[in-house]
């Protein structure tokens, strides 16, 4: 099967192109100086009336006329929807996910959205609560004929947009993190977003075979109705190519069972051999090790970005 066709085929099953892009009508409300570098809360339309919440960190010394590449982190999932964007902000969460700070350290803007769903993203309602909510959005977005991950990639587009927007960030510098849930999302965005340089994800390749085998439930932006008939996880991922990618994962992680990993990256492998790009596709697979962030993938998470953005 082609890339090509399977391309055409992955964004039907995802629900078919995304809307013409509105006004982002982006809202900075606060403003908070922190050691080395500032926090702003902040809002941006993905579609008319749908602010998303995010904060962006912005290194002291970075302006207009001393731009900076920038990265977007998509969240993990856990099951802890009262968090979202505030954990890679280095606001609430466990400090091994304050990548955000890291990162802004490291002299990157960064940008963490709330995922639909998660901390200001929950049923304004108030009906729904965590898991409920998130997947009667799943189903909502299946009874229209798309998928969660179709919500998911046009939010992460329109997060690109922002970036792009500020005078603060390099343009031609952009990159995006996601650990769990986010390194399904950057996958997810990958292919769709050619603005996107540099990609690492950490811990997160579930393939529709090892679902199945493990009776696995797993993340909602995971399933991607009728996409089974054509190709695997992997297959999106190959879409990359040949853009740098990096993925990091755990020998013991059941989200991602260690057999699938050898055939999986060899899909990707592949696409990034076809394109003569054989050097910007990178595994670190850390034995007995399990759904976390160790001290070494982040070192592999920090040397990617600084190869190919800093």
Not at 178 to 199: A, D, F, N, V
Not at 275 to 282: C, G, I, L, P, T
């Amino acid at each position: 099967m082609s890339h090509v066709f399977f391309r055409e085929k992955l964004l039907e099953c995802l629900g078919g192109p995304w809307p013409e892009k509105s006004d982002l009508r982006p809202v900075v409300k606060e403003t908070a100086q922190q050691k080395g570098y500032r926090i702003e809360t902040l809002t941006y339309e993905a579609e008319p009336g749908d602010a998303i919440p995010a904060l962006m960190l912005v290194p002291d010394g970075v302006d207009a006329q001393h731009p900076a590449p920038a990265i977007a982190i998509w969240h993990q999932h856990g099951g802890q929807y009262h968090l979202g964007k505030s954990e890679p902000a280095g606001l609430a969460g466990d400090p091994m996910h304050h990548t955000g700070v890291k990162l802004v350290l490291e002299g990157y803007v960064v940008l963490c959205p709330d995922a639909l769903a998660f901390e200001e993203r929950q049923d304004p309602t108030g009906k729904l609560m965590n898991m409920s909510y998130e997947r009667f959005e799943f189903l909502r977005y299946v009874m229209q004929g798309k998928s969660m991950a179709w919500k998911n990639i046009l939010d992460m587009q329109r997060a690109i947009d922002y970036l792009v927007s500020r005078p603060e960030v390099n343009a031609d510098k952009i990159g995006c993190y996601g650990h769990s849930m986010g390194s399904t999302h950057t996958w997810l965005i990958g292919p769709w977003e050619e603005r996107i340089k540099c990609l690492v994800g950490n811990c997160c390749l579930p393939t529709y075979k090892g679902i199945h085998r493990e009776h696995m439930l797993h993340c909602f932006p995971n399933f991607i109705p009728g996409l089974e008939q054509y190709g695997d996880t992997p297959d999106i991922v190959a879409l990359i190519a040949p853009r740098p990618l990096h993925l990091n994962f755990g020998e013991t992680d059941s989200g991602t069972p260690i057999e699938d990993i050898p055939w999986a990256t060899e899909v990707i492998r592949k696409a990034y051999d076809g394109q003569h790009a054989e050097d910007k596709f990178s595994v670190y697979i850390q034995p007995e090790t399990d759904h976390v962030l160790s001290p070494e993938m982040w070192t592999h998470t920090r040397d990617w970005f600084k190869k190919y953005l800093g």
